[in-house]
């Protein structure tokens, strides 16, 4: 592969969304053992064991929440799922969701921020009405459903007079690092050599909007 840009003879291929059976749910086994059991990943990850898909999985969800927060008071209380939400309510979440993954990718290593975006690549399917973006609006639903949990279960406890823990959802983005409060030791530079080498955020906003 160059040392300058992403190499398009190894374009990631395209992954349909699984068909579940009834009762099933989609898990992170059942994402590598079916969607990502395929030769490209296997190779990119070394059997998914050099890098490992759970976080992989996790890194998304966490990027689709913080979008989902700063998006979810533009959104029709009344739809259950954001995956069920307008399409440009969608694209503009989508786009915020891929700045605040660039944010965190100056941490990621070169493998593992390039996993991401092809994992993110093989999943737009942009002429399929199914299999559109599903890996993250699978993330998106997730969170969702996770927020949605937590402010019951702080509710609850309000109601019972008891007093609450930690942050208040609105705000709280578990594992998440706003870009603008810095990343430690890491040299800015070194990310966005880096990200030159795979496919960007860039490519996937423009791929995205094609």
């Known amino acids: 592969m160059s040392e300058s840009s992403h190499d398009p003879s190894r374009q990631p291929p395209a992954i349909s969304k699984p ?6 749910s989609v ?9 990502f059991n395929h030769p490209y990943y296997l190779e990119k990850t ?4 050099n890098v490992k898909i759970g976080p992989i999985l996790r890194t998304i969800k966490e990027c689709s929440q913080a979008a989902l927060l700063e998006v979810e008071a533009e959104m029709d209380p009344y739809i259950k799922r954001f995956s069920d939400q307008g399409e440009p309510l969608q694209q503009r979440t989508y786009e915020i969701f891929l700045q605040r993954l660039d ?3 100056v941490d990621m290593s070169d493998e593992f921020y390039s996993v991401i975006t092809d994992m993110l690549q093989s999943t737009l399917n942009l002429n ?3 299999d559109k973006r599903w890996l993250w609006l699978w993330a998106m639903n997730e969170r969702q459903k996770a927020l949605q949990k937590l402010r019951l279960k702080k509710q ?7 007093p609450g823990d930690g942050d208040s959802p609105s705000t709280y983005t578990p594992g998440y690092q706003d870009p603008e409060e810095g990343f430690g030791s890491s040299d800015p530079e070194d990310g966005i050599q880096r990200r030159r ?3 960007s955020i860039a490519d996937l906003m423009n791929n995205n909007s094609a």
């Open 46 to 49: 070394g059997n998914w064991l």
């Open 197 to 199: 080498r795979h496919l």
């Open 103 to 105: 944010g965190l990718s």
């Open 19 to 24: 068909k579940l059976k009834e009762g099933q």
């Open 27 to 35: 898990t992170h086994q059942m994402l590598e053992d079916t969607a």
């Open 128 to 130: 399929s009405r199914r």
């Open 156 to 162: 609850r406890r309000s109601d019972q007079d008891e």
